[in-house]
Structures are given as C-alpha cells and as structure tokens.
C-alpha cells in the first residue's frame, strides 16, 4: 500500500510535530504539500519533507485552490483559523485531522461537523490524551467493571507556574478574544478525557474561576514592565531569561523554546526578550485567561466528577481517582493504582512509558497515537480507529462552552445533546 499523503496547514508546532511522525514512518504516510505564511518555517518545512516549491504556499487557501493533493490534511493554524480551512477542505474531499478547539463558538463547531458529514470524511480532532498508553488502561479498567459503577472523579490538570507563563500570560492563548477561553484552550482535553474514560458526556456543569494572580495589581514594587530591565527579577519565580536562558544553556532546541525565538542564538533570545511578547512582566500583559478554576460535572446516571485547573503548581501529569461501588483507581498519568474493595487488595499497573504529556514530548505517547489511528484510518477506510471523531469530540467541547457559561454567569448549565443539526 503507499503511504498516505498529507497536506499539512501550518506548520508552526504542531503541524510541524504531525509531520515529524510521517517522517518517522515513511511506509506510513508523506507530506507532499504546506501552507505557511512564515518564510522561515516555510523552507525548513519543505526542505525537511523534500517538498517542491510549487507545493509550498504562503496561505492555505492557495492550496485549497487546487483541488484535492493528498488523501488527507492536517489543520494545524491557531484556534480562530480553524473553521475556514476545515470547511473548504472538507469540501474538497480530504480526510482531516483538525487541532483542538475546533472553534471558538458552539455554532462554529456544528458548522465544521455539518461539514464533515455532508462530504462524508473522516475527522480526526487533535484530542491526543485519548491516544496515550495511560488512557487506553485507565478506560480499560473502567470497561472491565473491577471499579464497579463510577460514581465520583476527582481530576487536576496542574499546568505549572512557567508553562502558565509562558501560554497563558505572555503567549498565543493569553485572551479569549484572540484564540479562545483558557478552559477551553488547556482544558477541552480533560472535560474530553472524563468523557472519553466514563463512556458518556456530562449532562449538567457548574464551575468557578478567575483570573486572580497576573494582574497589575499583583506587581511587585519596582517590577520594570520586561524582566530584562527589572530590578526584581531575581525574586521572581516568572522570570522570562531565567526560564529561556535556562532552555538554551542546556541546549534546548524545541517547544517552549521554539515558540520564542527562530534562531537558538543568545542574540536572537535577547532581542525577543527586549521586543516580543514573551519578555513581557507577567504582572504587566495584555492577558485574561483565568489562572485557576474549578468545574463540577454530573453525568446522566448520577456519576458526579469535579475537575481542577491550576497555574499554581510544579507542572506535570495530570492526576485522577475514580470512585466506583466495588473499587477506587488513582492515576498519575504514568502509574495507574486499583485497590478492590473485596479483596482489599491493591494493583500497579504502568503502562508502557511514553513521556511526558506536553508539546515537547508528544503529550505522553498521545500524538504518535493519534497520527497512529488517523492515518490507519485513511488508509484502510476503518473510521472506527479514529477515537475523537466529529461527534464525540464536538459533545466535549459542548460541554466546555457550557461550563465556561456557567462561570461566566453563576448557572448552572444543562448541556445540550448533540442535535444533528449544522
Ligand atoms: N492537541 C494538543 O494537545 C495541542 C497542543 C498545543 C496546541 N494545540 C492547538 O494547535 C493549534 C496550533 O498550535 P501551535 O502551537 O502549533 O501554533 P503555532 O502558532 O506554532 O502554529 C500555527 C501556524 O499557522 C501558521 N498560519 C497562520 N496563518 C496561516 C495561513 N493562512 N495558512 C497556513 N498557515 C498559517 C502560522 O504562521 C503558524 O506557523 C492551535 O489551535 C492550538 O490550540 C493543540
């Protein structure tokens, strides 16, 4: 069989991740064309995957204007860049593998899975958690019933005092109005997660939150307005050069780094730090995604779950238990406890390890194992592989706008059902 052929839009770190993956498996899939409007990444892309310069466009819509090149695309742009190209590209005839959100309102999202179902494709949403080993043996034990009925989850996402920093104060999802919410950004994954591991979605959500801690009104006395001319940087845990400088001493090449600057050069990282968006003091942005809240969920069923996001932590694996009527599971996204009520007894399990779950190391396994299915998918025509298909993956963000709704306005929400309709 020849491999699948991919067209890749945006190739910044995502789409160039995905890609990494093709050229990895060479007898698995191709990348024959990209859009990217960054001449840097443009050429390193193409010259990377041997793409001719033909097939390598300045904008997507350039390449959607000639008809169909490959079986399928990956839609890689930032979060208000989706729907278009989802939908022209689905009307092309490609199989798509389309990143997280899928967009940044609910009528968008139908819009894109209307889309999809009236040209018939396969989607693939970038929901990578459902793909890592972890996930697959935490659902497996949950389908096998040791835990018996499901009837509370506690679930922490900590993001971590820098990568909240550097994402969510000085970087791309920094505001709502430039990409999305920051439940929505970081979290679709874990409400998608719950739903995915609990085999239904949530019915009805309350949730609190704020933006709290990176205000003006936070800022130490003296705090200049970028770290480099600031005489309290020392004593500031958020310090842009000490978390950068630290990333390219130790030789650092990829994500956070790559976000930052182009070039891996001292110059290039102090010209951003004195310019760009990510030297800024954090007491001192333009920002307003929240930096903790909680969503509590209640499932048809009576299941009740309460899920915690957090800036204000180390980082690392999310952490999970799952309270069943015969047993309770603890996960720390490596290591996965069950302890049976019956027996009394208590069981490891680690699932085969597979890094950690961030950009820079392929969300724990959860890219491999996406670009894994989709591109099965492609070839074989088994949609079934493909595990955030259109449905499923637009019931977990139905359930993100309501939750972030329920914040918003002190409600709470019902969620509504999937209706079919675009
Ligand atoms: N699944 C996950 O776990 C996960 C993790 C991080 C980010 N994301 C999502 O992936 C998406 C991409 O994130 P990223 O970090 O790779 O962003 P990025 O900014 O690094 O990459 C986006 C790229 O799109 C390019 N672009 C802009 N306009 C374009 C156009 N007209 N045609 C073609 N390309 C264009 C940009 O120049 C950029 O290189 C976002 O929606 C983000 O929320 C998903």
Known sequence: MAPVSLVVIGAGERGTGYARWARRHPDRASVVAVAEPSEVRRARFAAEHGIPAQH????????AGRGRLADAVLICTQDRMHEEPARAFAALGYHMLLEKPMAADEAACRRIVA?????????AVGHVMRYTPYTRAVKEIVESGQLGDIMSVEHLEPVGFWHQAHSYVRGHWRRS???????MAKSCHDLDWLQHVLGQPPARVSSFGSLTHFTAANRPAGAADRCLDCSVEAACPYSAPRLYRGLLDRGGRGWP???VVDEFTPAALDDALRYGPYGRCVYACDNDAVDHQVVALEFPGAATATFTMTAFSQGGHRRTRLF???GELTGDGETIRVYDFLTRAERLIT??????MNVADGHGGGDAGLMDAFTAAVDTGNRDLIMSGPRESLASHLAVFAAERARLNGTVETIPPYSGQG
């Open 177 to 183: 109005d430039l990409a999305t919410t920051m439940l």
């Open 115 to 123: 889309a999809i179902e009236r040209a018939g494709v396969m989607l």
């Open 351 to 356: 699932p085969a390890p597979a890094g950690a």
């Open 56 to 63: 390598a466009a300045a904008d997507w819509r350039e390449l």
């Open 257 to 259: 780094l790559s976000v």
């Open 324 to 326: 069943g009527t015969r």
